[in-house]
């Protein structure tokens, strides 16, 4: 109904990689983390780090079907951390620039995003400014041909690996719109990162605490306007919101199919667990809830084709998806029993991983608000 053969030939690709460049490695790469380099370079090989860029930058200029089957199918790795590291470089870092860069940061930074050449990462998170983006304290003074940026970012995901940060800062002016969106090169003289975070989970991918003391950002490192970087960020948190979706649906049905498994093989007096009416039901009611959230993103995915305003419902899913797989991975974690507390079972990864989805990116209050808003209540 939504996907052709082209796009089933391009899925198979996907997932021919993540099964064998991928999953492979996981266990290795939550000890010691992904190489984004190396892995960022085959991917872009392939074009898979820009289906939906224009061809002039490397994309593949494709639509949001393409980008979706992208998404399930890394959906389907073996943990978070290296779907959410890979959904900073397609769908966190470069949205912006492709939509309000430069022809010269596009050629610079985009292109070799879409290429691998470079690892980006996005910086808009503070100490004392998480879901208020409002009240970052980053700030960017214009000088002669330069910005001045002084700050501290932190939870920046890829931020020990990247070559360049797509960073909010405060440039002065009134209201919302007092804030440049600049591409920081990490080279540049006063930038360091602090330290690499010691999360709950995601722990394949990096995450980084970083400081800027007096960093001379180029003028024409500036993305659009100084003054409407607020505006191209929140546009920009549309594209990683969804984001989140398509691989959440992967996610959950393969936890259900782990339990599943696990629970035909699982005898307890007498009788596997499977035949247990109560863990059927529930397992029932999460294939349900999941096939809703699937049906919210095609929707979604429609409206973004027809170029209508999808804010609503990129916000319902992103509520959905991070208390559903939160319940999943608990629930699904609970049907192991004491295996799934064992960090040799896959399950209790998954665990660790999905939490954050119901904090990073907008927490569910934030998504709350946003549809009260809508709503106008």
Not at 82 to 100: E, L, R, S
Not at 239 to 250: M, Q, Y
């Amino acid at each position: 109904m939504y996907f052709n053969e082209t796009h089933e030939a391009f899925r198979a690709s996907v997932k021919r990689f993540v099964d064998r460049e991928i999953n492979p490695n996981m266990d290795e790469w939550e000890e010691k983390t992904v190489p984004l380099h190396d892995l960022f370079k085959k991917m872009g090989d392939l074009g898979f780090l820009g289906i939906r860029y224009d061809r002039k930058y490397g994309g593949q200029g494709l639509d949001y079907w393409y980008e979706t089957v992208l998404l399930e199918e890394i959906g389907h790795i073996r943990g978070m951390g290296v779907p959410t590291a890979i959904a900073v470089q397609t769908n966190m870092a470069t949205p912006a620039i492709a939509a309000f860069g430069s022809e010269y940061l596009k050629e610079s930074y985009l292109k070799p995003a879409i290429t691998g050449d470079m690892v980006s990462a996005i910086a808009v998170t503070e100490p004392d400014a998480g879901s208020d983006v409002f009240a970052i304290q980053t700030k960017a003074v214009k000088k002669d041909g330069y910005y001045l940026l002084n700050g501290s970012k932190t939870f920046i995901t890829n931020g020990t690996q990247a070559d360049f940060l797509t960073l909010l800062a405060r440039t002065g002016g009134e209201g919302y719109h007092s804030f440049g969106l600049f591409i920081v090169p990490t080279d540049l003289e006063g930038f360091h990162v602090n330290k690499k975070l010691d999360k709950v989970g995601l722990r394949s991918s990096d995450t980084a605490e970083l400081f800027f003391e007096d960093v001379k950002v180029p003028e024409e490192n500036l993305i659009g306007d100084d003054r409407e970087g607020f505006i191209y960020q929140m546009q920009q948190f549309q594209h990683e919101r969804f984001a989140t979706l398509p691989g959440t649906c992967a996610a959950v049905q393969d936890m259900i199919d782990m339990t599943v498994d696990y629970l035909r093989q699982r005898v307890v007096f007498g009788k596997p667990l499977i035949t247990k009416q109560v863990l059927r039901h529930r397992l029932a009611g999460w294939v349900t809830r999941n096939e809703a959230l699937k049906q919210l993103t095609y929707h979604i995915v429609r409206k973004k084709m027809e170029g209508q305003d999808a804010t609503k419902e990129v916000s319902m899913g992103k509520l959905l998806a991070g208390q559903l797989i939160s319940e999943v991975a608990t629930g699904c974690l609970q049907m192991f029993g004491g295996m799934g507390f064992m960090n040799e079972t896959l399950i209790s990864r998954y665990f660790r991983d999905t939490r954050i989805l119901s904090i990073g990116g907008g927490a569910d209050e934030v998504m709350l608000e946003i549809i009260a808003r809508i709503e106008g209540f």
